[in-house]
Each structure stands twice: as structure tokens, then as C-alpha cells.
């Protein structure tokens, strides 16, 4: 046989391993090493791939680390999970968890033997369901505003103690407004659901029965919500719609670029939007009903620490998230990027930078803790498509295309057809 | 040895021949059935079915169908849709026409002007240029730069809902370049001889064009209409980019695939998006055999020249 062409049986040997080389990678088990999956935007990444790195030279098992910002994440991992193909250790948000430990998606953490001794009880438990637990809190947070204190006394403000009532503030914003060239006194907050939670508990509701399965807040108080913040925009005290449209990311926010004084988000976010700011951030409660009532927020551990159901390594999983609680390297890592540490052995640690970002955050979380309401029930199956859903209807709002009684309505209707499926 | 074909091979024999040649297409064929074939079947069962991604799917029969035609959200994606398809597509083949007109009276260095017109196509469609499109039409963008240099103050182009699409609008036009390559390989089939004896009797340029040009054109301009309508219909990434996911502002960039893509991977309602990908596949089906029995009215095929 001529050496150079190829025989009938090779050809056919070669279309075999052809065929077998295409379909062995879809059906092999994976045994690579254990995944690690977080969101969050590139602070909180560096952060934690820091803390990994604390847990390699310890000597912990090999790992690879996947990260996203916050919306790309789901996207990611509903696809993963689906395809059985989910990340072994997984950041996962309370926004999310009720859809995916109500699918059974997560492992119950009870027999891994994760060292939750040192951890606030309320945060340990936050992912508990039925008596599982399905994520272990990685911090408690509470929501907050960061006040430029500086800029506002230029402007000839000053700042209450215990923060606005709703009322004040929208006076405060009025004020403010026009006293630098182009500023505004607030961002728009009309699209934010996480702040509408809390003004809805002022009003004296959670947003959600104790099951999940209904929304409990009137459609009046909704109602109420969109029409104060359509009242700041018609005052000028807020931007126009279109301008909230493109200041979404943190370093295009108002108070990033200098057009608003002030910004909301979860106490530990303050730490994202100070190294925009010259001055240093206040962190204050965010406005109340009646001056210094603080029972509508509350403290929770919103973000946990999850194993996949599907994880070929459960026990490493499981002794790296008792290794990112505990370890000192590891807190000290991770600071206060995921939120409030979530132990007094952290916290302590972690203020040791006196006047930081960060220190401020834990000092405000102990300073409310007394004051603030209970905390509500894990947010239900759909909380997701409620969330953005809220934020459509204030943004059709904000374009005139609907008004605050139809988007109230709009919003009940939507969560009737989304919660207790 | 010579390849006979005759009726008395048995059918054996036949098989045994073939076998090599199914074993050469083996590979696409695993693909073909395991990625396109497959996916498509399940997914048309998933469309009756209340399938929710990590669930069970049950069969909800035509439940998913009827219940688009009462989602105000699936209504604005097909306003959305076919407001693009209808304006970009006949905007992009007259641009794409009219440069391969242009191109093709024999320019110096015309290989280095059609690589430079086709470039926006190979990138149109990518994360970056969608990127670059939002520096460009943001209220601190290029263009309100420009503007404000005339004098004109420009707007908020990407963030206000009356503007938002014409921007995704602009950037299809923009991707003029690949049907104008395939205009221009037409052009360059039409006979001179046909153009010369035109003139000779006495057409102009512009009788020439809509005369002779055109209609000999006219299987090219089908053929990139045909894929023009149906690229348009499946538009995604752009809106994707620019609106971050949401299709805003105001819902007013809500392209029907980036809507099936919040209902699949957002709300995990699979079996409401498989539904809605099914109706999409048959929108384009309509749209695609309407314009082959339309065709039938203006497409001139030179070999049937002779019955005309």
C-alpha cells in the first residue's frame, strides 16, 4: 500500500473519531475543578478574587472564578442551571432566591457542616425555607442614602441628623436645584422598587404577603409614590426622564458626574459611588413618614452564599464559603463590598480603617439597627419580573406615556398575574 | 472501475455504496439533528406547554398562543418589529442600490471603496459597534456635539422614546454594505450591449436605469430583499446593547426577539417564548412567500425574456 494515501478503513477510523470527538464532550461528566460564580460590578470582583486568592494559598482546593454585573448574571445562570450546568459556589440575591430554591435548584446546607457560630443569627438564617437552608447571608444590609454633605453646604443646605421626612426632602430638592449650573436636588428614585419597599412599610404594609402570593400594598399607595416623584420632576427637584435614562451606571449617576447631591442605594453601594465623589459621602437614612420613624427599613441579609444542587464538589464548596466567612484574610479582602459583615469579628476588623467608605457603612447599620422595622419574608417567586417591571411603569410614567393612577394600576395587575404562579 | 447506475442494482448494493458518503456528512449531520433539528422539535413542544425552565412542563395546549394576543408588551414588540422592517429595509437596498450605481462606472481604486463601504457589515451587527452607537447618539454624544456647533441643540437620542428606534433605524442603513457588494456583482452582469443600444435610441441615463438596469436587476433586488426582511425581523443584538437588555426607553426599542429573550432568560417563561419564536418563524414565512408571489409580478428572469 501506497504509504501517503489513505486506505479505505483509516477514512473510516477517521470519520469515527470524528463523530466520537464531537459527541463525547457533550455527555462526559464534568470533574473539572469547583466553580465559583459572583455578581457585581468590578470592585466587588476584585474584592473577592482576593479573597480566592487568600483561600489558594491556604491551601484550599483549586477552583475557577466566574463574574458578572448584576443583570448579565441571571441571564448566565438561569442558562447554566438549566443545562444542569450550574456554578458549584454561587452568589445569589434575594431578588432571585425564592425562584430558584423554590425550584429546587440549591443544595440544603444543613449536613456540609458550614462554621456559622460567629454569624448574626438573622443573617445565618436568611436563606432558610421550610426548615432548609438554602444560602447562608453574606452581610446585612439596610438601605441608605449617600448625601455629598460638602455640596450641599455650598449650596446653603444643611443636613437633618436622622435624614428627611418626605416632605422636607422634596423642599430640600426644590432648594437645591438650580444653585449649581444644571444640577438637580435628587436623582429620580420613582423606578426604584427596593426604595418603594420601604416607603411602603411606612404607609404600613410589606409589599408582599407572609406566603408570597399576593401583593399587600394598596394601589393608592403606589399611586402616591409615582405621583411625589412626578411632582419633584414637574418642580425641576428631579431630572427629566430622559436624563435618569443615561445615569444609570455608576459612573454616570448624578452625583458621580456633579448634577445631584445625593444618591440611594444598599448601605454597602456607598463604597462603589465614593471614589467618584471629592468629598466625603454621609450616609443617612433614607425620608421618612414622620421625622426619625425608621420602621420601614429594616436589616436584612439580601445577598447568600449558595451551592448548586447539581455540584460535583459539595464538601469544598462548602469549607470555601465557611472559608470566606471566617477567615480573616478573606474579610479583610472583601471589606464591606458585599455589604455589612455579617460577624462582629468582621465588623471589627473591618472598621479597624477608621473614616473610610466603609467604616461609615457599618456605623450607620449599628446606629439604625434599634430603630428599624422587622424584617419582611424572602421576596417571592417573580420578585425579578416585578422589579423591572416596576421600573417600566415609572419610566412610562416619566414620559407621559402613563399616568401615576394607571401605572398603580398597571403594577397591581402585574403582580397578579406574576406572584403565587 | 467506472460507476454504473442501473435500476438492477439491488438495494443493497446501493446502501453499502452510500455508506461512505454518510459517514463523510456523519459529523454535520450529528450537528444538524442535535443542534438544529432537535432544539427546533423540543422547542415546538415547549410552546404548548407551561415549561418555566427548572419545572416540569406540563401541556397548556394553545394557551401560550392566545395569550400574546392579550400581552399590551407582545403588541408593542410587533409595533416595534415591524415599524423597523418596514422603514430600514427599503432605506438600506435604496442606499445600498444607489452606492453600487455609483461604484460601479468603473472608479479608480474601486476594490479599496467597496472593501470601505462593505466594513460597516462585517462590524454593524457586533457589541462594539452598538457601544460606539451609544457614544455617538448620547446627549453628550458626537452628534449633539456637532450639532451644538451649528448651533441646533441636540436631544437625548438613544434615551427618549421618540427617537430611540430611529437610531437602531440608522444603524441598519448604516450596514448598507453587503447587499450594495451583491448589487454590484449584479451590476456587473448586465450586458453593455443592451445599455449601448439603449442609448443609441435615444434613452438617457435615467430611462436607461429605470429601462434596462432595474429590470434586468430585478432577481438581484428580490434576492436582497428577501434576506433584508428577514435579517430586519430578526434583529437583536443592537437593541440589546443600546437599551441594556429592557428594549426601553419606554419600551419603544422592544424588538420581538429581545422581548423573547426577557420572557425566556429574564421571567423564564419558556414555553411563552418558544410559542412566540414559532409565531415569529411564521410572520417570516408569510412575509418570505409573499414576496415570492409578489415577485412573480416584477422579477425578470433573462431566460424568459423571449414570452415577454
Known amino acids: 500500500m501506497n504509504p501517503t494515501t489513505f486506505s479505505r478503513r483509516t477514512l473510516l477510523g477517521l470519520g469515527a473519531a470524528t463523530a466520537t470527538a464531537l459527541v463525547l464532550p457533550g455527555c462526559s461528566a464534568k470533574s473539572g475543578p469547583m466553580r465559583v460564580a459572583w455578581y457585581g460590578p468590578d470592585p466587588v470582583t476584585k474584592a473577592i478574587n482576593n479573597a480566592l486568592q487568600a483561600w489558594k494559598s491556604n491551601g484550599g482546593a483549586e477552583f475557577a472564578p466566574e463574574s458578572a454585573p448584576f443583570a448579565d448574571y441571571w441571564d448566565k445562570l438561569a442558562t447554566q442551571t438549566s443545562g444542569n450546568n450550574a456554578p458549584d459556589v454561587l452568589r445569589m440575591s434575594m431578588s432571585y432566591f425564592s425562584d430558584y430554591a423554590g425550584r429546587g435548584t440549591l443544595k440544603d446546607l444543613g449536613s456540609l457542616g458550614i462554621n456559622i457560630s460567629g454569624l448574626d443569627p438573622e443573617v445565618a438564617g436568611s436563606g432558610t425555607v421550610d426548615g432548609k437552608n438554602y444560602g447562608i447571608g453574606q452581610s446585612s444590609i439596610s438601605y441608605a442614602m449617600y448625601v455629598d454633605e460638602a455640596a450641599v453646604k455650598a449650596a446653603g443646605g444643611s443636613i437633618p441628623q436622622q435624614g428627611w421626612t418626605w416632605d422636607a426632602f422634596a423642599e430640600f430638592a426644590k432648594d437645591y436645584t438650580g444653585s449649581v449650573q444644571g444640577s438637580f436636588g435628587s436623582s429620580d428614585q420613582a423606578a426604584n422598587f427596593q426604595l418603594f419597599e420601604v416607603f411602603a412599610r411606612q404607609h404600613g404594609t410589606d409589599l408582599f404577603a407572609e406566603d408570597g402570593s399576593k401583593l399587600t400594598v394598596g394601589r393608592d399607595t403606589i399611586q402616591e409614590w409615582f405621583q411625589y416623584w412626578a411632582d419633584l420632576r414637574t418642580a425641576k427637584a428631579a431630572p427629566p426622564q430622559n436624563v435618569t435614562g443615561e445615569a444609570t451606571a455608576i459612573e454616570k449617576s448624578l452625583i458621580a458626574t456633579g448634577k445631584a447631591p445625593l444618591q440611594f442605594g444598599w448601605v454597602q453601594q456607598v463604597t462603589f459611588y465614593q471614589p467618584l465623589v471629592k468629598s466625603p459621602l454621609t450616609v443617612l437614612p433614607v425620608p421618612q413618614g414622620e421625622a426619625g420613624d425608621l420602621k420601614g427599613q429594616f436589616i436584612k441579609g439580601l445577598d447568600l452564599w449558595c451551592i448548586s444542587a447539581a455540584s460535583k464538589h459539595?464538601?469544598?464548596?462548602?469549607?470555601?464559603?465557611?472559608?470566606?466567612?471566617?477567615?480573616?484574610?478573606?474579610?479583610?479582602?472583601?471589606?464591606?463590598?458585599?455589604?455589612?459583615?455579617?460577624?462582629?469579628?468582621?465588623?471589627?476588623?473591618?472598621?479597624a480603617e477608621a473614616d473610610s467608605a466603609g467604616a461609615r457603612a457599618i456605623a450607620y447599620v449599628e446606629e439604625i439597627a434599634g430603630k428599624v422595622g422587622p424584617s419582611p419574608q424572602p421576596w417571592p417567586k417573580g420578585y425579578g419580573e416585578l422589579l423591572t417591571g416596576f421600573g417600566r411603569i415609572a419610566e412610562n410614567i416619566g414620559f407621559g406615556k402613563a399616568t401615576p393612577a394607571s401605572g398603580a394600576g398597571?403594577?397591581?395587575e402585574l403582580a397578579g398575574k406574576t406572584l403565587g404562579k | 472501475m467506472t460507476v454504473r447506475r442501473s435500476a438492477a442494482d439491488s438495494f443493497g448494493t446501493r446502501l453499502r455504496r452510500s455508506v461512505p458518503g454518510y459517514l463523510f456528512l456523519l459529523p454535520w449531520l450529528i450537528g444538524l439533528l442535535g443542534l438544529t433539528v432537535g432544539p427546533m422539535v423540543l422547542s415546538l413542544y415547549y410552546s404548548f406547554t407551561d415549561f418555566a425552565l427548572f419545572n416540569t412542563p406540563s401541556w397548556t395546549g394553545l394557551q401560550n398562543y392566545l395569550a400574546l394576543f392579550h400581552d399590551p408588551r407582545y403588541l408593542q414588540s410587533l409595533r416595534v418589529t415591524f415599524l423597523y422592517v418596514a422603514i430600514s429595509v427599503p432605506l438600506e437596498m435604496a442606499f445600498a442600490l444607489a452606492v453600487a450605481v455609483l461604484l460601479n462606472r468603473g472608479?479608480?481604486?474601486?476594490?479599496v471603496y467597496r472593501a470601505l463601504y462593505y466594513v460597516p457589515s462585517l462590524l454593524g451587527g457586533s457589541v462594539a459597534i452598538a457601544l460606539l452607537w451609544q457614544q455617538i447618539f448620547g446627549s453628550d454624544g458626537l452628534l449633539n456635539q456637532v450639532l451644538g456647533l451649528l448651533g441646533v441643540e441636540g436631544r437625548g437620542w438613544i434615551s427618549e422614546p421618540e427617537t430611540a428606534l430611529w437610531t437602531l433605524i440608522v444603524l441598519r442603513v448604516w450596514q448598507f454594505g453587503a447587499p450594495m457588494v451583491i448589487f454590484l456583482a449584479g451590476l456587473r452582469q448586465i450586458p453593455d450591449d443592451v445599455l449601448e443600444a439603449a442609448a443609441i435610441d435615444g434613452a438617457n441615463r435615467w430611462q436607461r436605469f429605470w429601462r434596462v438596469t432595474l429590470p434586468l436587476l430585478s432577481p438581484v433586488v428580490f434576492f436582497n430583499l428577501v434576506l433584508q426582511i428577514i435579517g430586519a425581523f430578526q434583529a437583536f443584538t443592537p437593541a440589546y446593547i443600546i437599551s441594556g437588555g429592557k428594549g426601553g426607553p419606554s419600551d419603544s426599542t422592544l424588538f420581538y426577539t429581545l422581548y423573547l429573550y426577557q420572557q425566556a432568560f429574564g421571567n423564564f417563561q419558556m414555553g411563552y417564548a418558544a410559542a412566540m419564536a414559532w409565531v415569529l418563524l411564521l410572520i417570516i414565512a408569510v412575509f418570505t412567500g409573499l414576496n415570492f408571489v409578489l415577485g412573480r409580478t416584477w422579477v425578470f428572469y433573462g431566460d424568459e425574456g423571449v414570452r415577454r
Open chain 1, 314 to 351: 459539595p464538601e469544598d464548596a462548602a469549607k470555601l464559603i465557611g472559608f470566606l466567612l471566617n477567615d480573616e484574610a478573606a474579610i479583610k479582602a472583601i471589606g464591606i463590598l458585599l455589604g455589612v459583615p455579617p460577624s462582629k469579628k468582621a465588623r471589627d476588623l473591618v472598621s
Open chain 2, 107 to 111: 472608479l479608480r481604486g474601486l476594490a
Open chain 1, 410 to 412: 398597571e403594577f397591581v
